[in-house]
C-alpha cells in the first residue's frame, strides 16, 4: 500500500482507514494521501490528484481530505467519530477512487464537471460509491455512518437533508443484494 497520512494526528483515523483500505486490493498501488484540514463543505472527499504532467504520463494519484470537524460542526471532532462510523466513511470514499479508476485524468476533469453541474450524475456517483463498497464487505459499517449522521443531534440538518437527497438510504443499503444469481434462460420444450 502506498498510504502517506498528512496532518493527522489521531491513530484512530488511521487505523480505520487502514482497515478500509485492506479490502480495495485495486487501490494498493496507488499512492494515496489521506490529509486532514479544516473543511467547510463537505467532511470527506476523494479528489484525484492532477498535474500538467500527469495528464499526459497517465500516472494516477489521489487524495482523501478528511475534515477537522463533522460538516460544518464546530464541536464535533472527526477523531471522536466511533471506529466502525469511521471505517464505513472510509470504504465509500475508497469506493470513489474505485469508480475514478476507470477514468483517464483527463476524463477526471470531465466528471468532476459533471459532479458539479448535475444533480443526477451527483445521486449516480454517490450510490456507485456506496455500492462498491458493500460489495467489498462494507455494509455494516456503511449502515452504522448513516445511522450517525442521521441521528446525532450536533450534525446540522443541512448535512442530513444532503445525505437523504443524493445518498443511498439506510433501507436502500439494508436491501441492496449485489450478488444475485447469473442470467440462465428459460428452455422450453
Ligand atoms: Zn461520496
Redesign the pocket.
Known sequence: MKVKFKKIKSDKIKDSFLTALKEYEDLHDYSITLYQKRVKS?T???QPIISLKNIFSGVKRYRIKLGVFVSSSENLKMEDVPEEVMTGWFA??L??LVDYLSYSNLGMIKYGLKYIFSNSFKIK??HE??YIAIKRGFREEIIATKEWVLNHELVSQAYKDKLNK??LSIEQVVLCNLNEPPFVPIIEK
Open positions: 463537505s470527506m472527499q476523494a465509500h470514499e469506493g470513489h456517483t454517490e460509491a456506496d443524493y445518498y
